[in-house]
């Protein structure tokens, strides 16, 4: 049994293809197959169920490929060791963000991660919640900025800072002038939302239950953008982080936006990482420049009224 086997297996329970499979380790595929074969009869177990337009593992199968990737993981950390020795700011680090999150915060601290680390070389994956822990437990991931709390006992975390929402309403609806909002004053309110499996989905939902909203009926966005035209066009209203609202974000036309009373309803942000991971020091490190962000970006942004807005463009 050698590395080079376990990253076959790997990557056909991944893929559940030989042809794909083998183009994923650039070899052939009779050799991927061959090299399949040998180490079921090592093992003296089969692994894969082979069918003519598909691969499925077998249940010794699963749970061999699972292990696979966690003795691969480690072995990339041991490699990861003895470069974070010999220079800890160079090299690569992975880093997960999900959606509703990334292109809003990375305009903000990409910029002082180069200044800081002009030596490393940052690889951003964006996808949502559940798919950044499985590439991080999976080794694919150095660490992720995920929302709190995290119920994983195998992840290592360190805050980074509260995000407050603010609530994103059409021009002329009946809260569009309210100061200081309250959550009470939600209660007969049904929000749009983002679809299943968008973390800041359930950040909303959560929000709903404490002041008694709803969700809106037969809509589900799969975007921050997509419930921004939405509220734009007056189908409802929507929460939306601080982030998502401030620049390099345009202002929307047509919304107002209505900041909460304190305590705001907010989500916490931390940076996490396997507490196996070689990398604990230097993410420590980083996770000190993703915390020092530019004064003023958490607070809420100045607005102008729509006759406000409709003046200027006259007198332009």
């Given at each position: 049994m050698n590395l080079r086997?376990?990253?076959?297996?790997?990557?056909?329970?991944?893929?559940?293809?030989?042809?794909?499979?083998?183009?994923?380790?650039?070899?052939?595929?009779?050799?991927?197959?061959?090299?399949?074969?040998?180490?079921?009869?090592?093992?003296?177990?089969?692994?894969?169920?082979?069918?003519?337009?598909?691969?499925?593992?077998?249940?010794?199968?699963?749970?061999?490929?699972?292990?696979?990737?966690?003795?691969?993981?480690?072995?990339?950390?041991?490699?990861?060791?003895?470069?974070?020795?010999?220079?800890?700011?160079a090299g690569s680090v992975r880093i997960g963000f999900f959606p509703t999150l990334g292109p809003y915060l990375l305009p903000h601290v990409v910029p002082r991660i180069r200044a800081r680390f002009p030596r490393l070389e940052l690889l951003l994956v964006e996808e949502k919640t559940e798919a950044v822990l499985h590439l991080l437990r999976d080794g694919k991931l150095d660490a992720a900025v995920l929302a709190l709390p995290l119920h994983e006992d195998w992840l290592e975390t360190a805050f980074l800072f509260e995000e407050p929402f603010m609530l994103a309403v059409p021009e002329g609806h009946p809260l569009a002038g309210h100061r200081d909002l309250r959550l009470a004053e939600l209660s007969d309110q049904h929000l749009l939302l983002l679809e299943e499996g968008h973390c800041l989905r359930d950040q909303a939902l959560a929000v709903c239950s404490l002041a008694g909203a709803g969700e809106k009926e037969g809509f589900r966005a799969t975007s921050l953008e997509t419930l921004r035209q939405m509220v734009a066009a007056g189908v409802g209203v929507t929460l939306l982080?601080?982030?998502?609202?401030?620049?390099?974000?345009?202002?929307?036309?047509?919304?107002?936006?209505?900041?909460?009373?304190?305590?705001?309803?907010?989500?916490?942000?931390?940076?996490?990482?396997?507490?196996?991971?070689?990398?604990?020091?230097?993410?420590?490190?980083?996770?000190?420049?993703?915390?020092?962000?530019?004064?003023?970006?958490?607070?809420p942004p100045k607005q102008t009224s729509a006759a406000a807005r409709g003046k200027r463009r006259a007198g332009a």
């Open positions: 086997d376990l990253r076959y297996l790997v990557a056909l329970a991944e893929l559940r293809h030989f042809g794909r499979a083998a183009d994923a380790c650039h070899v052939s595929q009779p050799t991927l197959s061959t090299q399949i074969k040998k180490l079921e009869d090592e093992l003296g177990v089969s692994l894969v169920e082979r069918a003519p337009r598909h691969v499925m593992l077998t249940p010794a199968g699963h749970d061999i490929a699972a292990r696979a990737r966690r003795v691969l993981a480690e072995v990339e950390q041991m490699r990861e060791t003895a470069r974070r020795t010999s220079d800890p700011e982080p601080m982030l998502a609202v401030k620049p390099p974000v345009s202002p929307s036309e047509n919304i107002r936006l209505l900041e909460f009373g304190n305590p705001p309803p907010s989500r916490k942000l931390a940076l996490a990482w396997r507490k196996s991971s070689a990398m604990g020091g230097f993410l420590h490190q980083l996770a000190e420049v993703l915390r020092d962000l530019p004064p003023g970006l958490l607070d």
